[in-house]
Structures are given as C-alpha cells and as structure tokens.
C-alpha cells in the first residue's frame, strides 16, 4: 500500500512522504527507549540473583562515594607471553553541583616475558569546580618496536592481529625494542572567575633508561649490520642511546564543558600548552613544544542522549630544541593510550604530529545495557624531509559498549579496528575512547 502510495506521488511528494515516515520511525524509537528503566550490568547480576534494589541510590551519583569498575585481563601476545592483570575505573564527585564527576583510571599487567606495566591517570574536579587536577603517572618494563620517524608504507606480506596495541609483528620495518619508562605527569589549573576557563601550571617528567636496540648492529662488515632509526637519531642529536630523559614544565590553558569526562553526551573540551624542557644532567637537552587537544560532542537526540557524535584532535609540534627519539609525540601514547585504534602503539612517531578522529555513538538495546561505536582516524607525522599533512594514515572501525555503571557512565569497551596495512586490532578497556 505505501509502495502505490509513493508510485502515485510526483517527486516532491516523495520526499516528503519518505521525510514524514522516518520521522515518525525515529520518533517512536526515541519514545521506546526513553520510557524503558535504563539499567546497568549490576542490575543484571541483582536480577539473576532476585537481590531487590534501591532504585534512588541505584540511579543518582552520592556526593564523596566512589565508584569503581573492574575488568580483568588474563591472555598471550607473542610480544608479551602470557599475561594477567586488571584494569579499576574510579568515579567521584567531591562536591554537590555543579561539581564535576572526577574519573581516575589503574591498570596493571606482568607478563611471562618479565615485563611489568603500571599506569595511573586522573582528572579531578574539586568542589565547585574552582580546581581541575590531571594525572598521568606510568612505571614501563617494556618491549615495543619503532617505526622511524614520519609515515612509512609497511612491508607486510600477510594480515597480522594486535590485542590492546601490545602484538609483536614481521613488518621488516619494525626495529624491537626493551626499555623503562617513568613517567610523572601533574597538572594543577585554577579556574578564572565564573568562566569555564582554566588557567595552571606542571609537570611532565619523562626518564627512559636500559634501553636496547634489538636489530642494531654497527659492527663493520658484519653480516648483520644495521643501523636503526633510534640509534641514527640519537647519535645526530647528541643523546646517550641507553638513557635520556625530558623534564618540562607545562603552562596550560583550557576550558572544559562536558557534563562527564568518562563518557561525554554533550559538551566540549579545549587546552592549549606550552612546554618548556629543561636540561637537567647530562641526559637531557632544552626544548620547547606546544601541545593542543580538542573534543567536541555533538547530541543527536534529546529522548536518547546515547546517539553522540564526537570529534577528537591533538597534536604537538616542536618549537625549538632537540626532543629525544622515544620521548616524541607517537600514536598510542596520549594520556589513556587509545588513539590510533587499528594500528599497533609507536606505529607513527614524528618530530610533530597531528592526530584526528570521529566517533559516532548509539544505543543497542533499548534499557541502555549495550551501545556500539563507529569511528575513523588520521595521523599525520612530520620528519626531515617531509613537513605535516604530505602523508596520512587512515584507520576506521567498530566496537561493542557494556554499561558497568549507569550512574558513572562507565562501559566496558571492545573494539576491533582496521588500518591499511592490512592489519587488525582487538581493543578491551574501561571508559571512552575519549
């Protein structure tokens, strides 16, 4: 009946029939969804054991509660061996509204491979906003392969699969590596008057040390000569290739809308930085970055706040000085280390760099239990002989969203990701992507 309806119709007609049918569609899904109690995986677990629930406090964050999410890890990479950890989301208002939720993120994991990797990251908003504190605090035995500097074309000969960044890979441009990372990143920013303006000052303290270049060999003719990027690098530019470091001090300026940094439904989020490395002994030379990061969410539907368009660019470019070669601006080595979902972590490393991407967020099932994601990257990386934007690398993908908390908004996240390299990359966290 409607397909004679719109066979009878003049073109104009058409459209505004079609335009008509999906409103009335959409209408009625948001409708569906918004009149369905939301729930969240521990109303599940209440459910399967018939705990009854109080479903005020099941609802509304309580001001000085945390709330914390688990999610162990347990699995092998051929980089790491078998490993085992776990990762504990943590969420907190400090003060009544408008007090910002804080999020705290811990992870850890060891491995049979004796590798040992612990991260600490927070942003903390104490009463009334006046204060925005971040943290970003990691002690790495680590084993990752480099790349050089820019965006090379890679040499695989078949599809190789990553889990969270961490798979080993026969690209004949990958250089192995074992290092140690400590790293202490602090923030603190007062905000200015009743804007949503930030102003502070920090730190960002890098030191790697036991560093080893696996393929190097700078033997004379023997027959497995090699000169790496690392070693090549560090050797033009004066840094010990075991042990060098980055002590900077951070002036930002930000401003911050979004109603809740683990999982934004609108709202945006802008910082500037200037960093100024100091030269500190003898592993250290001055240098000057600028740093910028920004995040816009756009709601699609005011019955569904689900439906979420969300854009994310950061970038950093070198102003003055020498920056040394592991402690450059590299894909999957922002504060919580999800960008450039598709692609192994240090796959793009570069003098600067500039890193886009676009998710779109929806809703599942209609008590808000699932969502999914559809997102897409760009990387760009500079080096000697090519500047920004001569080159790019794409990566695009999909994932599956599990609602650990509703009142926090904290999800499971599982994404598989698709660069064109042929490669594919299993993704298990805590909390948004960004």
Not at 71 to 90: E, Q, R, T
Not at 420 to 434: G, M, P, R
């Amino acid at each position: 009946m409607i397909a004679s309806m719109l066979k009878a119709a003049n073109p104009i007609r058409h459209g505004a029939i079609i335009s008509l049918l999906i409103f009335f569609l959409s209408t009625a899904a948001n409708n569906a969804f918004a009149q369905v109690e939301q729930k969240d995986f521990s109303d599940v677990v209440a459910q399967w054991k018939k705990t009854p629930t109080d479903k005020k406090q099941n609802t509304e964050l309580q001001v000085g509660k945390t709330y914390y999410s688990i999610l162990p890890v347990v699995g092998y990479a051929p980089a790491n061996g078998f490993l085992a950890g776990g990762a504990v989301s943590l969420s907190r208002r400090f003060g009544p509204e408008p007090t910002n939720l804080s999020s705290g993120m811990l992870n850890f994991q060891f491995t049979t491979k004796k590798q040992f990797i612990v991260n600490a990251r927070s942003k903390v908003y104490l009463p009334g906003n006046r204060w925005f504190l971040q943290g970003d605090w990691r002690l790495l035995l680590f084993t990752q392969p480099t790349y050089g500097l820019g965006i090379n074309n890679s040499e695989f000969n078949k599809t190789h699969v990553y889990i969270n960044n961490l798979e080993e890979t026969e690209d004949t441009l990958a250089e192995p590596m074992n290092f140690k990372l400590v790293r202490v990143y602090e923030e603190v920013t007062r905000k200015l008057g009743n804007s949503y303006v930030y102003a502070g000052i920090g730190i960002m303290i890098d030191q790697h040390f036991s560093i080893q270049d696996l393929r190097l060999d700078t033997v004379a003719g023997s027959p497995t000569y090699f000169v790496t990027n690392h070693y090549m690098y560090s050797d033009t530019n004066n840094f010990n290739p075991t042990h060098y470091g980055t002590n900077g001090l951070k002036f930002t300026l930000l401003t911050d809308t979004r109603d809740n940094i683990s999982n934004c439904y609108k709202g945006y989020y802008g910082s500037i930085s200037l960093v100024t490395n100091l030269k500190l002994g003898k592993y250290s030379q001055p240098s000057t970055q600028l740093l910028y990061d920004a995040r816009y969410y756009l709601g699609l539907s005011a019955n569904t706040p689900r439906h979420v368009l969300a854009f994310w660019s950061y970038g950093t470019i070198l102003l003055s000085g020498k920056v040394p070669y592991l402690a450059l601006p590299s894909i999957g080595w922002d504060t919580y280390n999800r960008s450039g979902r598709g692609y192994i972590q240090g796959r793009f490393r570069g003098l600067n760099m500039v890193y886009n991407e676009v998710e779109y967020r929806f809703p599942i099932s209609a008590n808000g239990l699932f969502g999914g994601v559809l997102f897409a990257n760009a990387t760009t990386a500079s080096n000697y002989y090519y500047g920004l934007f001569n080159k790019t690398a794409f990566g695009a993908g999909a994932g599956l969203r599990i609602k650990l908390d509703k009142r926090s908004r904290t999800n499971l996240t599982v994404d598989i990701g698709k660069n064109t390299e042929k490669s594919v990359a299993i993704y298990f966290n805590l909390q948004e992507a960004f």
